[in-house]
Each structure stands twice: as C-alpha cells, then as structure tokens.
C-alpha cells in the first residue's frame, strides 16, 4: 500500500489571494502488480458529504484520453469518512498493457461547486524483470 497525502482545507497567501493547494506526489509502481493507494486528506476532513471522487492516469497531462479512471464504487473506496481516507484499488489488469516510463495522475473531488484537485503528480510505470 502507498501512502497519499493529499489536502482540501489547507490554504496559503498568494499576493493576498487564499488558495487550497494539492499535494504534489510523485509515485512508481511495475506494470501488472496490483497496488492500493491509501489518500489521506491532511488535515483530516469530514467527507461524509462527498459522492464524486476520481482519479485518473494519462500518459501526458493534456492527452484527451485517460490510460486509468477510477470512481467511489468502481476502484475508490471511501474508508473513513470522519477523517477524510480513501482507497484507490489498481488490479494488475490497469497497468500490464501501459508504456513502461512516466505517466500523470490526480485524485479529484468532482461534486458539483466543489471539484477541486486534492493531490497530483507523476507515476513512474516500472518494467519488472518477472513477466
């Protein structure tokens, strides 16, 4: 399991601007193993409320098409809802046909009037020894 922190509440000043910032996170995993991302929301966040999550892999940030996508109920699963933690479920079957190399992915809220990027980054898509 990989550990994620992301953040929704968390805000700093830009040039007297509040904004929420994600949690830039870089990732490597094999192709073909399967792989549970833990996302914890820092500071932890009542979600409770939320229904719309969703994490995406594309092979570069502005490809039309999404290599991995990932839903609550199909792949994300909501594990605490007091604290903010989800779990994203990769199975082998996600990432045996990728391109072995660098790839993108972000895990976003898409309620409607409140989508925001929770944490972002690279995946580094490894090709293992053992096929």
């Known amino acids: 399991m990989i550990n994620i922190y992301a953040t929704y509440e968390t805000t700093i000043n830009l040039n007297g601007a509040v904004a929420d910032m994600p949690i830039y996170t870089p990732i490597t995993i094999f192709k073909g193993e399967d792989k549970t991302l833990n996302v914890i929301l820092k500071p932890p966040t009542d979600i409770s409320t939320w229904t719309n999550i969703s994490f995406t892999v594309r092979k570069a940030k502005t490809d ?15 594990t605490d809802t007091t604290n903010g933690v989800v779990q994203v479920a990769l199975a082998d079957t996600d990432t045996e046909n990728l391109t072995a190399g660098i790839h993108y992915w972000d895990i976003k809220r898409m309620d409607p009037g409140s989508e925001v990027v929770l944490a972002y980054g690279p995946i580094n898509i490894e090709q293992g020894i053992t096929l």
């Open 64 to 78: 039309s098409t999404a290599k991995i996508t990932k839903t609550v109920g199909s792949g994300i699963t909501i």
